[in-house]
């Protein structure tokens, strides 16, 4: 249980692109998601929380014109990434909060390479 | 713990072996700690999870260990297989808001 997908698994655009990522609870309902960034060979880094049915909350020095967040239902929240750079490749993973709170549970992550 | 750094710390054990990860985290008002294994291209997996009310938990083959008094949390592998080879992070809860910090991330070698 607990199962959490993230869609596409890769992504290669062209400067410019605004690209979009989907975080889905297969199997269970997630008030709560959470997206984060992730460079090589470093750790995850918060990026924001996404509510359903709310505004996201983003961490300090996260553009939220640049990252734009949506959870409207309960299984789907999505990242935009607007007008992407080949700064902003990256790997980019989301979580859900499960039944019962903590331990979010993990997607297997988008890598974005912006050429 | 801070997510800094260059490159991952390496510990590189022999199959067999026993193995233990430390980590050092940061917020003393943490009160959920967590540890993860991230294998090459794939999101983080959930091994154990410990609450601040108590300073050791086991799960199959693992144990964490939380010591407040000096914020350490170390994870405990027995007989360490290739399998676990993987980068292992720790996290923390800091109070509140569900949601994790992580730590900077060990990179575990397993060797035959």
């Known amino acids: 249980g607990a199962v959490v997908s993230q869609h596409p698994s890769r992504v290669i655009c062209k400067s410019g692109t605004s690209v979009k990522i989907e975080c889905r609870s297969l199997?269970?309902?997630?008030?709560?998601m959470f997206w984060y960034r992730q460079f090589p060979k470093q750790s995850l880094m918060l990026m924001a929380t996404s509510n359903e049915g709310s505004k996201a909350t983003y961490e300090q020095g996260v553009e939220k014109d640049k990252f734009l967040i949506n959870h409207a239902s309960l299984t789907l929240s999505t990242l935009t990434v607007t007008s992407a750079h080949p700064e902003d490749s990256s790997f980019y993973i989301c979580?859900?909060?499960?039944?019962?709170?903590?331990?979010?549970?993990f997607g297997d992550g988008t890598r974005l390479s912006i050429l | 713990g801070e997510n800094v750094g260059l490159h991952l710390p390496t510990l590189s054990v022999q199959e067999g072996d026993n193995s233990i990860i430390n980590c050092a985290y940061s917020?003393?008002?943490?009160?959920?700690f967590i540890w993860y294994k991230q294998e090459s291209g794939k999101g983080p997996q959930f091994i154990i999870d410990?609450?601040?009310?108590?300073d050791k938990r086991q799960g199959q083959r693992v144990t964490v260990l939380l010591n407040k008094t000096v914020k350490h949390l170390s994870l405990q592998i027995a007989a360490t297989q290739p399998g676990d080879s993987a980068v292992y992070f720790c996290?923390?809860?800091?109070?509140?808001?569900?949601?994790?910090?992580f730590g900077a991330g060990t990179r575990l070698a397993v060797h035959p």
């Open positions: 199997d269970f309902q997630a008030t709560t």
């Open positions: 996290a923390e809860n800091p109070g509140g808001y569900n949601k994790l910090i």
């Open positions: 410990i609450r601040s009310n108590m």
């Open positions: 917020n003393s008002a943490s009160d959920y």
């Open positions: 979580s859900a909060l499960g039944p019962h709170a903590q331990p979010q549970h």
